[in-house]
């Protein structure tokens, strides 16, 4: 699919859709867009590394939290089989 991330026309693989793979893009380029604005210099090639560093940090915290989460749901199936063992189910 030919999309536009930040100055360049390219073509990407299609994620799930059309409309998904371009709810991407825009995330993407929106957060050059914030690079950018912070930025004094302009060099694309590290907008283009901060922003996938950006994504990696953003991409280990929710497999953070979702492990957190793993570990709360099993703590809980954990209470509600004991519980249903002292009524007998």
Known sequence: MRVKLGNITMDVPIHRDEETTLALVERINERLRAIEDQSRVIDSQQFALLAAYAFAVESTERAEELGEMASVF????????????????
Request: hydrophobic share 40%; proline share 0%; aromatic share 0%.
């Open 74 to 89: 099993e703590e809980i199936d954990g209470e509600l089989r004991g519980i249903l063992r002292e009524l007998g189910a």
